[in-house]
């Protein structure tokens, strides 16, 4: 409801309490990650990002063609007291194919996203997050140029949210379930 297209819903590990990154390198694109522990382990930091070359390779096949890629995110928070964290997550990616003989962008997209959140575990099993989330989108094709046309969509965004976790029926016999309102 309320969306058109896909609708992805995701939850993050929990920060390392160690420096730790992984990295890859593929015959079309680049990745890599790096996540540590800050300021006296209090707070935490993650980079991740991948770009990709397929215009090393495409031409060989389709010299007519350009293809890019690229995304990326960026975490950091900080434990306030012994139950509550702030954090900030942003990530976005952009893909754009063109023909570049016709000098028209056959589809390009991009978006960013910047989640700013409270998270509070609550007395006995439970917790509360306040969040705001700012973003944009950006959909094009066509020529763009003086002669031609281009199609383009834009969107600014912004979002608030709560969140409210707790158990429904304790830890009688009746059996365990989630009330999560957001």
């Known amino acids: 409801g309320r969306v058109s297209g896909g609708v992805v819903a995701g939850e993050t ?3 390392s309490d160690r420096l730790r990154g992984a990295w890859n390198l593929r015959l079309f694109d680049a990745g890599l ?11 935490d930091g993650m980079v991740a990002g991948k770009f990709g ?3 090393l390779l495409l031409p060989l096949f389709s ?12 975490r950091v928070g900080y434990r306030v ?8 997550f942003v990530f976005g990616a952009f893909d754009e194919l063109r023909d570049t003989a016709k000098n028209l962008t056959l589809l390009g997209s991009e978006f960013h996203r910047a989640d700013i959140r409270w998270d509070q575990r609550l007395d006995g099993d439970g917790s509360l997050r306040l ?3 700012l973003m944009t989108d950006r959909t094009r094709s066509g020529t763009g140029d003086e002669a031609g046309e281009q199609f383009t969509s834009s969107m ?13 029926f304790g830890s009688s016999d009746v059996g365990k379930g989630r009330l999560r309102m957001g």
Do not use: C, K, N
């Open 53 to 55: 070359y397929p215009g």
């Open 131 to 133: 969040a705001t989330t």
């Open 81 to 88: 007291g012994e139950r509550g964290r702030v954090s900030t």
């Open 33 to 43: 990650l790096v996540e540590t522990p800050l300021l006296g382990g209090r707070g």
């Open 13 to 15: 590990t929990e920060p």
């Open 156 to 168: 600014l965004g912004f979002g608030m949210r709560f969140e409210l976790e707790r158990d429904v």
């Open 63 to 74: 010299p007519h063609t350009s293809l890019q890629y690229w995304d990326y995110q960026l």
